[in-house]
C-alpha cells in the first residue's frame, strides 16, 4: 500500500498558516486598541455642590512665649550658688543664682575705711577752721587795743607829755597789728576751703561705698518677672564677665498659657493678611490636633534670605494645657476670606486644560484645540 503522508501535509499547511495569520491579525488588532484606549484621555466628574467655601495663605513658624525675659548679671565673678532649673517657677525677685560675694564684701569695707577717713579729713580741717576764727578774734581785739593807745599817744604828743618816737611806736604796734588780722582772716578762708574739700572727699567715698553697697547686692541674681525658666546658660563654678555686654544667665518666660507662633509669609501673599484674621495650625507633636489662634501683629519689617523676600507675622494662641511648647515648628494656615452657600468644585477642574489646548491671543475669539488636535 503506498505511503500517503507528505500529500497529507500539503493538504493541512495552507489553512494552518491561514489560522496563524488570523489570530496574529486578531492580536495586532487587539494591542493597537488597548494602546489608543490607553493614549486616550482618562476623564473624572465631579458634581457642583452648595457650601462654604475659604481662601487662606499656608506657612511654617515658629512657637514662642508672648513675653521673654533674659536674665543676665552687671557684675563678674564665680558663680557660687544655683537656686533655679529649667522649667522651675520662679516669683518676680526670687534669688535665682549667686555669684561669690567675697571680693565685693572686701570693696564695701575698704569703701567704709575711706568714708571713716574722709570723715575725719573733716573734722580735722573743721578744727583748722575754728582756730583760725580764734586767731581772727584775738588779733581782732590786739588791734582794737592798739588803736585805742594810738590814740591816746597822739593826745600825749600833742600835749608834749611824750615823744615823737612813742607816738611812732605806737602806729607801728597797730599797723602790725591790722597785717596780723588779715592774715588771720586769709587764714580762716584757706580752713574753710580745706573744710569744703574735705566735705567733698567725704561725698566721693560716699558715693563709692553706695557703689560697692550696689555692687554687692548685685551678686544676688533675682528673677525680674514671674514666670518659668526655660533656658540656663550657667552652672556652679562658672564665671561670668560683664563687659560692654551683660552675659546671659537666664531666659524667663513670663507667661506660657498664651503663646504665639512666629509666621514666615511670603511677600506674594502679605497683602492678604491682616489683624484680627483667624488663624489655625498643626504641630508634629500632636498628630491629628489642630490649634486656633488669631492674627496679632504683621510686622513691617522685611526679612530677605537667599533673595526671597518673607514678613514676619505673629499669631496669638491659648495654650491653657501647656502642650505647647517654645520652639516647636507650626504649619500655620492663615484664614484670608470666607464665603457662605456658593457653588463649588474642585481647584483641579478649574486647572484643566485638554490636549493641545492653545492659550488664545489678546482680542482673539475664545482658546479652543489646536487643528488637528482631538476635540
Known sequence: MPDDSPSLLRRWRWPTALVLAGLLAAGAWEWNRRQDIAAAPQWR???????????????????NAEVTVPVGSQVS?????LFADF????????????????????????AQADVDAARAQVLNAQAGVNAASAAVSRVSVNLAEA??????????????FISGAELDKARAVMEAAVEELRSARAQVEVAQAQTGSARAVVAQREAQL????????????????????????????????????????????????DMQVDTSIDEAEIGRIRVGQRATFTVDSYPGRSFSGE??????????????????????????DLALIPGMTANVRVITDTRESVLKVPNAALRFRPPNWQEPAPGSAPAGPAPGGSG
Open 210 to 257: 553706695q557703689q560697692a553697697r550696689v555692687d554687692l547686692e548685685r551678686t544676688a541674681i533675682r528673677a525680674p518677672v514671674d514666670g518659668v525658666v526655660i533656658k540656663r546658660s550657667i552652672d556652679a563654678g562658672q564665671t561670668v564677665a560683664a563687659s560692654l555686654q551683660s552675659p546671659e544667665l537666664f531666659v524667663i518666660a513670663r507667661n506660657l498659657r
Open 45 to 63: 466628574t465631579a458634581a457642583l455642590t452648595r457650601g462654604p467655601i475659604t481662601a487662606s495663605v499656608s506657612a511654617t513658624g515658629t512657637l
Open 77 to 81: 565673678g564665680q558663680i557660687k550658688e
Open 147 to 160: 588803736r585805742r593807745d594810738l590814740d591816746r599817744k597822739q593826745q600825749l604828743v600833742e600835749r608834749n
Open 295 to 320: 492674627v496679632r501683629q504683621v510686622r513691617k519689617a522685611a526679612l530677605t534670605v537667599q533673595n526671597v523676600v518673607t514678613y514676619t507675622v505673629v499669631v496669638a494662641t491659648p495654650n491653657p
Open 87 to 110: 522649667n522651675a517657677e520662679v516669683r518676680k525677685g526670687q534669688l535665682i543664682a549667686r555669684i561669690d560675694p567675697e571680693t565685693f564684701e572686701y570693696r564695701v569695707r575698704q
